[in-house]
């Protein structure tokens, strides 16, 4: 495993161990990201969205399971998930294998522009259905999705 | 622009031999050239493209800091500490880099974490010059206890 990957599957084992302590504990508790996430005050004040809006709500659809839903709050936060999590297990299954199966992901820069563009592409459209008046969180919320 | 290692040693080996190769071979040709008055051997070893950029590493933690900063402008503090620590990444990037210029990966990581900080100074100041509205305090009052009561 060549450098960058090493220092990012630790990066990544070290979040990892933060999430399911974090969906741990928000099972068993009334606990919710909600009341540590403050709310957005761009959107408050002007009604449009932040490129961040919507990321809390896709958070937390997504730890229930509910990753259509997850994708239309915030699509940032379902593609992270799935870059990660397959990250993580090609490079673990590589490492068990001690490095027979060469399976796993590397690093490369384009996942980091195709984030950015991903998030830019968002902003505009979430902020465009807000202009037209139909939010797509409120479809969401109308179209109350099993996933 | 991708990170292009070559893992394959031997291709690394190659161009390290072929470097080497012009300096053993350099007292050989001197004195070919005093005996045979042949041709000059004339060799400029080239650079191993291959090599990493000493601040790649510098450089996507720069990225992805930058992001954070703009997806996070709304919550000012984090947005403010990511975007500024990004930037200060991007300039080491660059001071770490061969040959002292922002590499791709660097630019854009600095342009996103000036981007950031850029929209969460600018909500600050105008929350501060709107906090001269009375009608706007209230709002914000309330706004922040409904927060706090979630």
Known sequence: ?147 | MDNNFNENNEALDNSVNLSKEPENNMSQEVNDNQFNGGNSFNYTPQPNVNEPNPGHGLAIASLVLGIISIVSCCCVYLSVVAGVVGVVLAILSKNKSKDNKFEGLAMAGLVCSIIGVVISVGYIVYVIVMMQSPDFMEFYQQLMEQNANL
Not at chain 1, 12 to 41: A, R
Not at chain 1, 126 to 139: A, V, Y
């Open chain 1, 1 to 147: 495993m060549r450098t960058t990957e090493k220092k990012l599957y630790i990066l990544g084992l070290g979040m990892s161990i933060l999430v399911f302590f974090v969906w741990g504990i928000s099972l068993f508790t009334p606990f919710s990201l909600k009341s540590i996430v403050p709310p957005c005050m761009l959107h408050q004040l002007t009604g449009l969205y932040c490129p961040g809006c919507g990321g809390t709500r896709a958070v937390m659809a997504l730890m229930e399971g509910r990753w259509v839903s997850s994708f239309f709050y915030h699509p940032v936060v379902l593609y992270s998930f799935l870059l990660a999590a397959y990250f993580m297990v090609t490079n673990s299954l590589q490492f068990m294998s001690r490095h027979k199966w060469k399976i796993g992901m590397r690093y490369r820069d384009r996942y980091l522009y195709l984030m950015i563009g991903i998030l830019g592409v968002n902003w505009v459209v979430q902020n465009l259905f807000i202009i037209t008046g139909h939010p797509i969180s409120e479809w969401i919320v109308k179209m109350d999705l099993p996933l």
